[in-house]
Every structure is written in structure tokens, then in C-alpha cells.
């Protein structure tokens, strides 16, 4: 059974920067597209990027030009790179395969943005 394990949150304060990690125990960032996903306290989990099998991404417009997200298929790897974060980037991040999958969903790594 695969499991995607995240990684890399933590506190940093506005303008910071993070990269968070997603492993899998499994070969599958060559079958599925990735997303990186987030939830807010009190609020819907919500996608913010994601990459194609093929390398194409996109992001959602509250991060365009500061997230960058990517893949090492080598290292069954997805990362998400943040900078210029803001206070409202704090949440639990998560990846799943996009569209996701509920046997996917792992603890997530908590972001907090805050001086």
C-alpha cells in the first residue's frame, strides 16, 4: 500500500521562505498528476499546485509566483517551495494525487506564518 509521508513545515515569520517535502513508498508520481494541498483552521481543504506526470504545473492564484512545486521521480519525491510567505499560508499542507484519493491522505506538515 502506497503512503505519502509530508514534511518540512515549521514557523517562519512573513516574507520566509520553506520547502516542504512528500515521499512516497511507492512508485507512483509516474502514474498519477500531484498536487500540493492545504487547510486552514475553520476552513475547506483547498488545492494549491500541482504537477503532471508530464512536468506541466499550475498553481492556485492566492500563490502563483511564490510556490513553486516540482518532482524527483528518481526519489519518489514531490516538493513545494515557498517564499514570501504570508500569514494567511498558515495551515496543515498535504499532497495527494490530483484528483486526490482518500486512501492518499497522510498527517500533512503544519506551516505557521507569524512574526
Known amino acids: 500500500q502506497v503512503q505519502l509521508v509530508e514534511s518540512g513545515g515549521g514557523l517562519v515569520q512573513p516574507g520566509g521562505s520553506l520547502r516542504l517535502s512528500c515521499a512516497a513508498s511507492?512508485?507512483?508520481?509516474?502514474?498519477?498528476?500531484m498536487g500540493w494541498y492545504r487547510q486552514a483552521p475553520g476552513k475547506q481543504r483547498e488545492l494549491v499546485a500541482v504537477i503532471t506526470k508530464g512536468g506541466s504545473t499550475n498553481y492556485a492564484d492566492s500563490v502563483k509566483g511564490r510556490f513553486t512545486i516540482s518532482r524527483d521521480n528518481t526519489k519518489n519525491t514531490v516538493y513545494l517551495q515557498m517564499n514570501s510567505l504570508k500569514p494567511e499560508d498558515t495551515a496543515v499542507y498535504y499532497c495527494?494525487?490530483?484528483?486526490?484519493?482518500?486512501?492518499?491522505w497522510g498527517q500533512g506538515t503544519q506551516v505557521t506564518v507569524s512574526s
Open positions: 511507492g512508485t507512483i508520481f509516474t502514474i498519477y498528476n
Open positions: 495527494n494525487t490530483n484528483p486526490s484519493l482518500g486512501a492518499f
